[in-house]
């Protein structure tokens, strides 16, 4: 069989879900509609073997914290104080009755741990740097380098530690240095503002609480819960209701606690209709066009940290990897700005934007980017995309996909962001 061949027949043999909708991914996994709470799938493709005489010496990293528990303590008691009143008025049906029992189980699971990384988060790394050894070995032979960056979060600081950590049981005589230092916000979490007077060319708030509006139908899921459905109305607006339920819901896959799942209680178009209000979210902050003069000053730091980085290690002959941990609102603008295949579909209608732009495939817990460096014995550096650990490519010609000549990168790069 041709040798180029047999890489695209296993890309493809891996890819069953590429023709679905989102619609009919969630239908088949609900555990999506959680977008960008989705506990992290793992790898989804074979990757294609590198060029004859070319060797991984370096890899580019950065990469989102993993699983947690929710952020904020009112997403857990917000739902569970209207689910409680209804139960002291007895207007809680059966289902009502265990979503209730669920809730507060989830809640006092919480307690004390806001925003914190889960178990599963810590493995969800250490399972991402056991393969990323594995599969470029020579990037982390004898004594290589290892930068590790993050932000000052708790848990994008326990992401890095259980990441390196697993380096370092992999390879003992690995030079690994830890960086977690406000300093470093400049491009591990570089959000910019618009300057003074510069008014936003849309209201963000409204845009979404207008998606809301439009997706949200909870008149099924009020009866289904609630004896008396006008109950919760005299509480709480029941589509915001429906809303906390389903963020409440969605987080039950990132501490494994499956016994306490209600995602069942959601039809797959209520689940839809929830995922695509909060896809939309994500899409107004980083791919809409109108935000770009805010995202693209944003990434520029971190773009040129990239290429500066890189160029070192290729100067100096060296080997190893730069690592980066940070959140999903910096690795989603990230690959937007990199221009990652999947990742810059734009839309001007709200209610098709899942056709443009989808959040779990782009930074589901413990989303990354790699970018892997290849050298063969004339110096010539060739790279790869990686996206959650799976080959994607970049809007720039090349004659042996999914690798890329350095320096035709790097010149794209420094040209479209005057670098």
Known sequence: MNRLFLPLLLLTLALPLGAQTAREEIAADPARAAGLHYAYPGPQTVQTPEPKGYKPFYISHFGRHGSRWHTNDEDYAGPLAVLQAAKDASVLTPVGEEVLRKAAAMAGDAAGRRGELTRLGTRQHEGIAERMFHSFPKAFRGKATVTANSTTSHRVMMSMFYFCNKLKSLNPELEISFNSSRRDASFVSNRVKRPEGVAA??????????????????????GVLFSD?????????????????????????????DSLSFLDVFTPDELYDCWRADNYDMYLYAADPRAQDVVVPSCKPMIAHILDRADEIIASGGHGATLRFSHDSYLVPMAVCLRLDGCTGTTEDPEHCDEAFIDYKISPMCGNIQIVFFRNRKGEV??????????????????????????????YYKTLYEI
């Open 229 to 257: 459905p006008a109950f919760v109305a005299g509480k709480q607006d029941p589509k915001t209701f429906m809303w906390d339920l389903y963020y409440l819901a969605e987080m039950t896959q990132n501490n494994e606690l």
């Open 382 to 411: 060739l790279v790869k995309f990686l996206l959650n650990e799976n080959e994607v490519g970049i809007p720039l010609e090349t004659d042996r996909w999914p690798y890329y000549h350095w320096e035709d990168v790097r010149s």
């Open 201 to 222: 060319p849309y209201d963000v708030r409204a845009e979404k609480e207008r998606m809301k509006q439009l997706a949200l139908r909870p008149e099924r899921l009020m």
